[in-house]
């Protein structure tokens, strides 16, 4: 049995949300119908968890990008988004730890889940499916606005298809469930920085904002 628990981000940050409550706030326990039967379920979690396109690498990324935003509005979706992202990330481990931690040593080897199990017991550490470590490499943050959201949009996209790919592999409902709901923030979080995009591309000069960092080269992208 786990809770599924979504944070509820600061008042501060919301007040410059472009389009109202990015997030909404569910409290929920389930109970999974079958017990831990697929390594590649379990592996996939720890992917979305820590890997190349998981929970850990889009909070750091949508958080260390706001600070260099030169709209307001912009940084607050940034922050916003940034700290549900953390919310889903604890939403994640609690799944792989509910499903895993009463599992026993023969469970383990017949899972495929004892390489896993030798590094970490049954921990939470975020990796990748591969078994390599989460690492800031996977992410940027360049300074330039066009160029971060654009990152951030293919980010979600790319989470949307992990948890997509997720969805094909768990068959019981009710764990499938939360992972549904993951997927859906994904997509509102895609179209939160397409506005984003779209609000900084309209207080520059449409001819050239894709050729000049706008916080830097100031004389070539204003209007």
């Known amino acids: 049995m786990y809770c599924i628990i979504a944070h509820i981000s600061s008042a501060t940050s919301k007040d410059y949300s472009l389009s ?3 997030y909404f706030a569910q409290t929920k326990t389930i109970t999974p119908h079958t017990p831990l039967n697929s390594s590649l379920f379990v592996i996939s979690l720890v992917l979305d968890y820590g890997g190349p396109d998981g929970e850990a690498g ?3 990324r ?3 990008q706001r600070y260099s935003m030169t709209d307001r509005r912009v940084m607050g979706a ?3 988004i940034g ?3 953390l919310g889903h990330l604890e939403i994640v481990a609690t799944i792989i730890r509910q499903l895993t931690k009463n599992l026993t040593p023969e469970e383990i080897k017949a899972s495929g889940f004892d390489k896993y199990y030798i590094d970490h017991t049954l921990a939470i550490w975020p990796q990748a ?3 390599e470590p989460f690492s800031a490499s996977q992410l940027q943050s360049t300074g330039d606005t066009i160029t971060d959201l654009y990152e951030d949009m293919a980010a979600e996209q790319k989470a949307r298809l992990t948890y997509d790919n ?5 068959k019981d409902p009710e764990v499938a469930e939360p992972i549904r709901f993951l997927r859906e923030r994904e997509i509102v979080h895609f179209q939160r920085f397409g506005e984003c995009l779209r609000r900084t591309q309209e207080n520059l000069d449409c001819r050239n904002f894709y050729a000049f960092n706008q916080q830097i080269d100031k004389k070539n992208c204003g209007k």
Do not use: N, P
Not at 166 to 170: E, F, G, K, S, T
């Open 58 to 60: 889009a909070a750091m």
């Open 129 to 131: 499916a591969s078994g």
């Open 20 to 22: 109202g409550k990015i």
């Open 78 to 80: 940034l922050t916003d």
């Open 62 to 64: 949508y958080l260390s």
């Open 83 to 85: 700290t549900e992202e």
């Open 166 to 170: 997720i969805l094909r592999i768990v």
